[in-house]
């Protein structure tokens, strides 16, 4: 069954250091999306990206975030200058482009992202 | 701001017992969807509910989604321990253009053998 999966599984990274993380979506998917979950939390809405481009995105995706699908499978997150609080689980998601019908999104196993 | 809230947080029930688990909102959502979560894993799809007042079953597990759209709940029969994990409900409002999931908060249930 296809799966959405994402890379590294766990980053360790210093305050200021930039952190890419990566995904590959479901192969016949259309959107893509971020959430992260910090610990203890419920799982948030960072961004969403459809034909190349940000359709929607959060409080939280400020200027320090950035997404990019530099090919035709990867899709990744870029965080610029990490602070203490962006410690949390990331994770990407994908749904089939279906037209009238509910936009199931399927989760990959996510990124545990530590920033020191 | 859409809000989703679970209850209850925490169930922690006997092998063989019933149990409901509620999501409910003052929004309005396109479709719900419920997942199940491990510690430390991705949240996993168990079943998008789309029309109001459809019921769907998967096994022992029968999710119904409310008349107005605005609630669910997910009924378990005959409980077993596998069943133990984090329940989450999500909606969307795609049918308003939105398509960026909301959650609540969780359902944390633990089935005792």
């Known amino acids: 069954e296809p799966e959405v999966t994402q890379t590294p599984s766990h980053q360790v990274t210093q305050m200021g250091q930039e952190v890419i993380l990566r995904c590959v979506p479901i192969s016949n998917h259309l959107y893509f999306y971020w959430y992260r979950q910090i610990l203890g939390q419920k799982v948030e809405f960072l961004v969403s990206?459809?034909?190349?481009?940000?359709?929607?995105k959060s409080e939280i995706f400020d200027d320090q975030f950035s997404v990019e699908r530099p090919d035709g499978s990867n899709f990744t997150l870029k965080i610029r200058s990490t602070k203490l609080e962006d410690s949390a689980m990331y994770f990407c998601?994908?749904?089939?482009?279906?037209?009238?019908?509910?936009?199931?999104?399927?989760f990959g196993p996510g990124t545990r992202l530590t920033v020191t | 701001t859409q809000l989703l809230e679970q209850s209850p947080q925490f169930l922690s029930i006997q092998e063989g017992e019933n149990l409901t688990v509620y999501c409910n909102s003052s929004?309005?959502?396109?479709?719900l969807q419920w997942y199940r979560q491990e510690p430390g894993e991705g949240p996993v799809l168990l079943v998008t509910?789309?029309?109001?007042?459809e019921v769907k079953k998967l096994k022992r597990l029968t999710f119904q989604f409310g008349d107005a759209r605005k609630d669910s709940s997910l009924h378990i029969t005959a409980a077993q321990p596998g069943d133990t994990g984090l329940y989450l409900c999500a909606g969307d409002q795609s049918g308003a253009g939105s398509y960026q999931l909301t959650f609540g908060k969780g359902t944390k249930l633990s089935v005792i053998p």
């Open positions: 990206f459809y034909n190349n481009e940000i359709s929607e």
């Open positions: 929004s309005v959502f396109s479709s």
């Open positions: 998601a994908s749904s089939e482009w279906s037209a009238g019908s509910s936009y199931e999104q399927y």
């Open positions: 509910v789309v029309t109001g007042g």
